[in-house]
């Protein structure tokens, strides 16, 4: 544990081996989940900036603003960090689904007993 | 892309190199963030059996259920995984705070152009 960075009051985010930090998106008005991606600095940096959602894109290995290309952009209302500083939380006003699938949550499925179900929308 | 684990109905988690995958915790009754940590096979199999969240610590390289020491457990609610199978979302009804720090949630502190600054409990 580390005081300063667990309880102060100085943004020192702790980005992994990668450069990453996870980053996880609520709707602000629902409180649903809607995705769970990585920022490295220049993301984080262009999120606070424009107050849009900008991400790093593992598997593409570039920069991305979210709905760059959808439309489906994120508007971030809310932009907090964890007591060990390791993830963020952006409560944001979503322009669309947010799922590439077409969902509005990426999280659509529910873990059962006997595997996964489809959640309904409203859910 | 990968078509049947992005929309398919079959659980096929993607653990990372490190045989981890994502783990984020909601209220479910508030639907705040409470706290992002990482679950191996065996916390995910545990918290299914369970019904309550299990996770893996890597800094103590170990096994942990939430709450063990803290008497602070997370009855899981909810149990969701997202499109490429590489995050989970459990809605739970925590048993008091999450936080080491004694904080409802571990993210009591919000990102603003001065730095962070210190989040109202209820906000």
Redesign the interface.
């Known amino acids: ?1 580390d005081e300063a960075r ?6 020192n985010p702790r980005y992994d081996d990668n450069g990453l930090i ?1 980053a ?1 998106v ?1 709707d602000v008005a ?4 809607l ?2 991606a990585h920022m490295n600095a220049q993301a984080l940096a262009l999120t ?1 900036e424009t107050g849009f959602a900008h991400f790093w894109s593992r598997s593409r290995r570039s920069l991305w603003k979210k709905g760059e290309t959808s439309g489906h952009m994120l508007q971030v209302r ?7 500083q ?4 952006i409560k944001a006003v979503p322009a669309g689904p947010t ?3 077409g ?1 509005r949550s ?6 059962g ?1 006997d ?5 309904d929308e409203a859910g």
Chains 1, 2 share one sequence.
């Open positions: 544990m667990d309880r102060g009051l100085t943004l996870t996880v609520t629902t409180g649903d989940l995705m769970v606070i809310d932009l907090r960090i964890d007591c060990d390791d993830a963020l939380w799922c590439h699938t969902a990426c999280f659509f499925r529910r873990i007993p595997g996964l179900s489809r959640v």
